[in-house]
């Protein structure tokens, strides 16, 4: 069984490269140049996920004293490598099994024997594969990045800096990630269905362009025009009438012509959610945009929230359909202006691939290519950026967790303002902060009560008055995946000036508790912030069959504490 996971595997990748053959043939010597840098890339995410998640059959030893860690199987078998603290970046070229190397983390899953994680070793194998042709393809000469809001989406490479998963795209092809994929800078053409307009559900003024008569034209990405409609007996009204450029979630696209961004339903796993839009979300979508900018505007340093401007989701087969479903969202230009504006995503360490242009090298042999939106290279003096951006990004969070709201603050839901005119060595830093994708919020009925503030009509789902949760939301994305990925990209694997960092970090988030009234529950948030552990999301664990919906979640030490 073990042998024909292995086989599977190879075959994975053997499938890619024999498609990138045929429809793209001058990248397949990059292609098969990425792919030990890829193996590595997913292989350092799991050894993560192997050292920190509460696996099911799986205990972890402390790091011995030559640095490294170890995870023993209930059976007695143990994976070796080195001690990585949960914030750390960079690939790992081997783990080592009983002494035997093991160089790709499917086989590494597979050979462990995890309960319930079968599809997850089959996306392992996918999210490497498609992790090299994206890399392939973005270290093209052709694939430069422009200095616009889109190309510093599209500059995005390497997905989710943690998870295993980063790059997993089933049923996608490599003809359709070259097309669609935003790292690889297409065009894509949306399609338009017609839909009575008395079958669809509609949140906010749905424009007038989008109508015809007494029919809604909901904008489909071409993927689900040819993977789904037809399975609900669908055909396009009109087919290429929105070109526009995806963004970093892929199934949001900003229209050429400057219109509102289009969130589109993209029926499949990507990374590990199934990228469709629920009827719920369309319910929640401008309400919770009222109620986010309300929000901010109580606040001094409160950010600019994209909001949802309309919403609409048909009717297929009786019901409300989540693969029928469009947003529009204010477009970043709209609320941003001609400033220099990026995510805050994807910090990343890769090996060069052969005939790209490199950058100065990080964490020991490994350079940095363009596969982030902030990179070690735009950043001269680390802590004067990190303390500007840390600023902003926590006088945001904490204020808006006090008033109620607890944000999903990772790097692809926050963008940066950059003032190009400032900084000591005139690169820029951030100046202002825009939050965007509403849908995984949590907000307290208590805390909005509290403070005056009446509780929208929204999907049950996001309502809590748990602390445990409101703080595993918001400090688990901010500190557990945003400052901990820039953080590692900034010091290069120097403790010593991690500390230092995070050190800045705890100074701006007690100027940012200082500056808010007193109360039990900023006491709360601020004894949560600093105590010894973090919750942060078990990515891995989540995906396990049998797995309970929803998010997984896990434990980390706590880099503020006691600073």
Not at 394 to 422: C, K, S, T, W, Y
Request: charged share 20%; net charge negative; glycine share 8%.
């Amino acid at each position: 069984m073990f042998l024909e996971i292995v086989g599977n595997m190879g075959q994975v990748e053997s499938e890619f490269a024999a498609e990138l053959a045929v429809v793209r043939p001058d990248l397949s010597a990059a292609y098969a140049a990425a792919l030990p840098g890829a193996r590595a890339a997913v292989l350092g995410r799991l050894w993560r996920s192997l050292l920190y998640e509460p696996l099911p059959g799986l205990t972890v030893r402390s790091p011995d004293g030559r640095g490294q860690a170890v995870v023993v199987t209930s059976d007695g078998r143990q994976v070796a490598g080195r001690a990585r603290l949960p914030y750390d970046l960079g690939g790992e070229p081997a783990l080592w099994l009983d002494g035997r190397p093991c160089t790709h983390p499917a086989e590494l899953l597979a050979a462990l024997g995890v309960p319930g994680s079968g599809r997850l070793v089959e996306d392992l194998a996918n999210s490497v594969a498609s992790l090299a042709l994206s890399r392939a393809s973005a270290a093209a000469p052709s694939l430069s990045a422009p200095p616009t809001p889109v190309g510093y989406e599209q500059s995005v490479v390497d997905g989710h800096p943690y998870h295993p998963c980063c790059r997993n795209r089933p049923g996608v092809s490599v003809a359709e990630q070259l097309a669609y994929m935003p790292e690889h800078r297409p065009v894509v053409a949306l399609d338009l269905i017609a839909v009575p307009a008395e079958d669809c559900l509609v949140t906010g003024p749905w424009p007038a362009s989008l109508t015809d008569g007494d029919r809604l034209l909901l904008p489909v990405h071409p993927w689900q025009t040819k993977h789904v409609l037809p399975d609900l007996g669908l055909l396009p009204y009109t087919t290429g009438a929105i070109p526009a450029h995806p963004l970093m979630s892929v199934r949001t696209l900003a229209p050429l012509d400057g219109g509102p961004h289009v969130k589109t339903a993209f029926t499949t796993r990507m990374t590990s959610d199934v990228r469709d839009i629920s009827p719920g979300s369309i319910r929640d979508c401008v309400a919770l945009s009222d109620l986010l900018t309300d929000l901010s505007a109580r606040l001094t340093g409160g950010p600019c929230v994209a909001r949802y401007l309309a919403g609409a989701a048909a009717t297929a087969k009786g019901e409300l359909s989540a693969d029928l479903s469009a947003m529009l969202r204010e477009p970043t230009p709209t609320i941003a202006g001609p400033a220099t504006v990026l995510p805050v995503a994807g910090p990343a360490t890769v090996p060069p691939v052969a005939g790209s242009a490199t950058v100065p090298p990080v964490a020991g042999s490994a350079t940095v290519l363009p596969v982030a939106a902030v990179t070690r290279e735009m950043v001269r003096d680390p802590a004067e950026w990190l303390a500007a951006f840390a600023r902003l990004a926590l006088a945001a969070g904490l204020g808006m967790l006090a008033l109620g709201a607890a944000l999903e603050a990772h790097g692809q839901n926050l963008l940066i303002v950059i003032d190009e005119a400032r900084g000591a060595h005139g690169r820029g830093l951030p100046v202002r902060l825009v939050y965007r994708d509403l849908a995984d919020i949590r907000l307290s009925p208590a805390r909005l009560a509290r403070n005056g503030i009446e509780v929208p009509p929204v999907s049950a789902r996001l309502l809590s008055d748990d602390p445990t949760v409101l703080h595993a939301k918001l400090f688990g994305s901010l500190i557990g995946t945003t400052f901990g990925s820039l953080i590692s990209l900034f010091c290069e694997g120097d403790r010593a000036a991690e500390s230092r960092l995070w050190a800045v970090v705890a100074s701006a988030a007690r100027e940012a508790f200082d500056a808010l009234p007193g109360g039990p529950d900023v006491r709360a948030d601020r004894d949560a912030l600093f105590r010894p552990h973090i919750m942060v999301k078990a990515l891995l664990l989540a995906q396990l069959e049998g797995a309970p919906p929803g998010d997984s979640w896990m434990e980390i030490p706590n880099p503020l504490n006691a600073i």
